[in-house]
T-cell receptor, first 114, second 111 residues
Framework: IAGITQAPTSQILAAGRRMTLRCTQD?????MYWYRQDLGLGLRLIHY???????GKGEVPDGYSVSRANTDDFPLTLASAVPSQTSVYFC?????????????FGPGTRLTVL | SQQGEEDPQALSIQEGENATMNCSYK?????LQWYRQNSGRGLVHLIL?????REKHSGRLRVTLDTSKKSSSLLITASRAADTASYFC???????????FGKGTLLTVNP
């Protein structure tokens, strides 16, 4: 089934633990993104990747890291989770070709850091 | 910082009425997009309007863009209960593909 999958669906994590959120797309899109969504703040870009092998920082990158070893996968890692990272995380992708690009979103991961 | 800002934050209407949501932004854009998010789900793209376009239609959706006022509006005609969702505008500028999202308008359509 074409689209974006995220795992896990939800997670409760103790502060200080390391956590990797997984994101996979099968649309062969060049560009991928990680957002966090918090009540009253909307969606904020954490990191992005325009193509495999490259990544860039978004609006709120601190405390997060990403890698883009191949076209399909774009994992987000929290090296040492803190309660302020409690949020809903969305992965998205877009064709990344010349011209305007719509983004396709995954179903999200709800993360609670205690 | 947020680029797009939607107005109103929340809107409640009766089924069959039209719903209008507005978006204002601060800097030059290449295009503006509208997305919909049902509760607990990911965002879904609705419509894209380029900076050189003034109006665009898609089914019951009508989007306008006024670059001189740095604003856009999304009109949903003949609303249905199933249109209940949050609606976000997102702007794109520069040479990359990144989008900057607003905080959204929560639309409730009462049957």
């Amino acid at each position: 089934i074409a689209g974006i999958t995220q795992a896990p669906t939800s997670q409760i994590l103790a502060a200080g633990r390391r956590m990797t959120l997984r994101c996979t797309q099968d649309m062969r899109h060049n560009a991928m993104y990680w957002y966090r969504q918090d009540l009253g703040l909307g969606l904020r870009l954490i990191h992005y990747s325009n193509t495999a092998g490259t990544t860039g920082k978004g609006e709120v990158p601190d405390g997060y890291s990403v890698s883009r070893a191949n076209t399909d996968d774009f994992p987000l890692t929290l090296a040492s989770a803190v309660p302020s990272q409690t949020s809903v995380y969305f992965c998205a992708s877009s064709p990344g070709l010349a011209g305007p690009n719509e983004q396709f979103f995954g179903p999200g991961t709800r993360l609670t850091v205690l | 910082s947020q680029q797009g800002e939607e107005d109103p934050q929340a809107l409640s209407i009766q089924e069959g009425e039209n719903a209008t949501m507005n978006c204002s932004y601060k800097t030059s854009i290449n295009n503006l997009q509208w997305y919909r998010q049902n509760s607990g789900r990911g965002l879904v793209h609705l419509i894209l309007i380029r900076s050189n376009e003034r109006e665009k239609h898609s089914g019951r959706l009508r989007v306008t863009l006024d670059t001189s006022k740095k604003s856009s509006s999304l009109l949903i005609t003949a609303s249905r209960a199933a249109d209940t969702a949050s609606y976000f505008c997102a702007t794109s500028g520069g040479s990359n593909y990144k989008l900057t999202f607003g905080k959204g308008t929560l639309l409730t359509v009462n049957p």
